[in-house]
């Protein structure tokens, strides 16, 4: 079946750690989008990537870094430069930018203690 | 004022009741518009495009009203399986614009 995968579900990761997130997509998509989302808030985009070897930072970039080596991986990089990492973290992709629908991985849930 | 606003709710309604939500955009010249379902702590999932003519899709009806620039979402017949936050988005050529989710939940 395809679809998006992100590992793990949940992360649990100490104050000053980087820690990297994975998104798989086999759907074949060109285009890969990062979300953070807090409660209470909507979707706000980390980074996105048009095609491999490519990418353009969203509203909140800062404190975190990405790369798109394979049209179907792209992960994400929190770095301890991110002040407030505690979030659910979404990974998305449409089969272009700009095209209409979004697919969603299921999410991580990363906790920073 | 946000690019995208929605009222978060919740919206506590009976089994059976018939609901609205709406969702103001701030730009005028956005493009195109959907209502995503998002159920508690997983990823959201594509409900239905919004179109100018209106887009039915069994219990579910999205409108959009450019005139007034906002999209609306109504329910019939609710289910209690209809409980979640439902998400408007906005596209405007090449961004996205999620709104924060408007809360349903539907009681026995």
């Known amino acids: 079946d395809g679809g998006i995968t992100q590992s793990p579900k949940y992360l649990f990761r100490k104050e000053g750690q980087n820690v990297t997130l994975s998104c798989e997509q086999n759907l074949n998509h060109d285009a890969m989008y990062w979300y953070r989302q807090d409660p209470g808030q909507g979707l706000r985009l980390i980074y996105y990537s048009q095609i491999v070897n490519d990418f353009q930072k969203g509203d909140i970039a800062e404190g975190y870094s990405v790369s798109r080596e394979k049209k179907e991986s792209f992960p994400l990089t929190v770095t301890s430069a991110q002040k407030n990492p505690t979030a659910f973290y979404l990974c998305a992709s449409t089969s272009d930018r700009g095209a209409d629908t979004q697919y969603f991985g299921p999410g991580t849930r990363l906790t920073v203690l | 004022r946000k690019e995208v606003e929605q009222d978060p709710g919740p919206f506590n309604v009976p089994e059976g009741a018939t609901v609205a939500f709406n969702c103001t955009y701030s730009n005028s010249a956005s493009q195109s518009f959907f209502w995503y379902r998002q159920d508690c702590r997983k990823e959201p999932k594509l409900l239905m495009s919004?179109?100018?003519s209106g887009n039915e899709d069994g219990r579910f009806t999205a409108q959009l009203n450019r005139a007034s620039q906002y999209i609306s979402l109504l329910i019939r017949d609710s289910k209690l399986s209809d409980s979640a936050t439902y998400l408007c988005?906005?596209?405007?050529?090449?961004?996205?614009?999620f709104g924060t989710g408007t809360k349903l939940q539907v009681i026995p």
């Open positions: 988005v906005v596209n405007l050529y090449q961004k996205v614009t």
């Open positions: 919004v179109y100018s």
